[in-house]
DNA sequence: ATGCATGCAAAACCTTTGCACCGGA
DNA sequence: TCCGGTGCAAAGGTTTTGCATGCAT
């Protein structure tokens, strides 16, 4: 996903692709393999357009949304998270959750072509998008002995 | 899962099951199939219980997550939404969210088996819990050609 | 008496909205 | 000029928290 790839999404749907609109892109785009929320891009713009309000953060990710080029995820735990949808493939949005740390680990295959024909067959349902989120422990988790110790943060 | 199993599970954390948890337990088994709000439960209850206010509601329903008697579910729209967990087998949660009229279905069988198994052997995670959201349409909905008439209700 | 649980209200938190202003076609 | 986009602040909806009271051991 490029810029320009962006840019003829918004001009193909006469959005306009403001300087602050684009300077949210941007944000997304160097940090491609973050889930970001609508602070963290806040934050990381506040230096080079401080009078950039939150509300536009989330109306240009709305729109964004609605393009598909972002997805929006909301785990439970505070706030929404933003992430770029991958390259050619669209869909697909695998995460393991670690309930020792907290991590969250996105998996890059698409795993499920199988069991969404299989919904299709046995339930007349037509799947235009999945998320599938694990929650569990990594073995090399340092913290995987702290269990008892942790405080209460919600993972999912 | 039967009121004295949860009573049991209680008992076994020497959490007290006061006649407010016992009553917000009795509307969720009452309700085994739904995905209710905490405003949902609590309108329930209101004709029985006036004066239980929805703290309690939340508290409880934090010690029923944390028990793993139920299962806390945020769909990014709206209020979360909680459901008990199924019998004996544990942790599974797979759900089809029509894009047309929002329905809410639950998919019954556990097809995640060998896919877990995989990640233990590829990515050493250790699964304990996953939940499957796919979106997609009905192919019987009947809003099934309204896509263009819909304000924007998420549903995902 | 001690400590957990409750009820109420206030606060906190995240997100959306109203409205005046700005800027490009 | 027109219209979409922006910025700010206020409102909205959901959830958490503080604190006094209540209840059971």
Redesign the interface.
């Given at each position: 996903m490029t810029m320009s790839d962006i840019a003829a999404q918004f001009a193909a749907r006469q959005y306009k692709l403001t300087s602050q609109r684009e300077a949210i892109v941007r944000v997304l785009l160097e940090n491609e393999t973050e889930h970001l929320t609508v602070e963290d891009i806040y934050l990381k713009m506040k230096p080079y357009h401080p009078n950039l309000g939150m509300a536009t953060i989330y109306r240009t990710l709305d729109l964004l949304s609605e393009l598909h080029i972002v997805e929006?995820?909301?785990?439970?735990d505070g706030p929404?998270r933003y992430d770029l949808r991958g390259g050619g493939q669209g869909h697909m949005h695998h995460h393991?959750i670690?309930?020792d740390c907290g991590e969250l680990?996105e998996?890059k295959e698409d795993?499920l072509a199988e069991?969404?024909a299989?919904?299709e067959r046995e339930?007349?349902?037509?799947?235009?998008?999945?998320?599938?989120?694990?929650?569990?422990?990594?073995?090399?988790c340092e913290r995987h002995d702290c269990r008892s110790a942790r405080t209460g943060r919600q993972v999912?």
């Amino acid at each position: 996903m490029t810029m320009s790839d962006i840019a003829a999404q918004f001009a193909a749907r006469q959005y306009k692709l403001t300087s602050q609109r684009e300077a949210i892109v941007r944000v997304l785009l160097e940090n491609e393999t973050e889930h970001l929320t609508v602070e963290d891009i806040y934050l990381k713009m506040k230096p080079y357009h401080p009078n950039l309000g939150m509300a536009t953060i989330y109306r240009t990710l709305d729109l964004l949304s609605e393009l598909h080029i972002v997805e929006k995820m909301n785990f439970g735990d505070g706030p929404a998270r933003y992430d770029l949808r991958g390259g050619g493939q669209g869909h697909m949005h695998h995460h393991l959750i670690c309930e020792d740390c907290g991590e969250l680990t996105e998996i890059k295959e698409d795993w499920l072509a199988e069991l969404e024909a299989r919904l299709e067959r046995e339930y007349g349902f037509l799947v235009t998008d999945h998320r599938l989120d694990f929650k569990g422990r990594f073995k090399t988790c340092e913290r995987h002995d702290c269990r008892s110790a942790r405080t209460g943060r919600q993972v999912g």
